[in-house]
């Protein structure tokens, strides 16, 4: 059965690595899988959660320093 799934896009597996380790830090549920082939990033990296994360997980970044290629919800 189809699910939704937020997934936040990385220019570089540099801030993919550090948005796993903040988020495990903040027991924020979630994980780094590999770029779903609807969307791109360069470093074909994103952190995969639920939709319902998507405001603190922007949050985390923004307080993280965490650059970002986007957040974007998709089916799957």
Do not use: D, Y
Not at 15 to 40: C, N, T, Y
Not at 46 to 54: D, G, I, L, V, W
């Amino acid at each position: 059965m189809p699910q939704e799934w937020l997934f936040i896009a990385f220019e570089c597996t540099t801030a993919a690595l550090k948005m796993e380790k903040e988020a495990a830090a903040r027991k924020i549920p979630g994980k780094l899988v590999p770029i779903p082939r609807q969307l791109s990033a360069t470093c074909g990296l994103a952190f995969r959660s639920s939709p319902e994360q998507k405001e603190a997980l922007i949050a985390l970044a923004k307080e993280a320093e965490i650059e970002t290629e986007g957040c974007h919800i998709l089916t799957l």
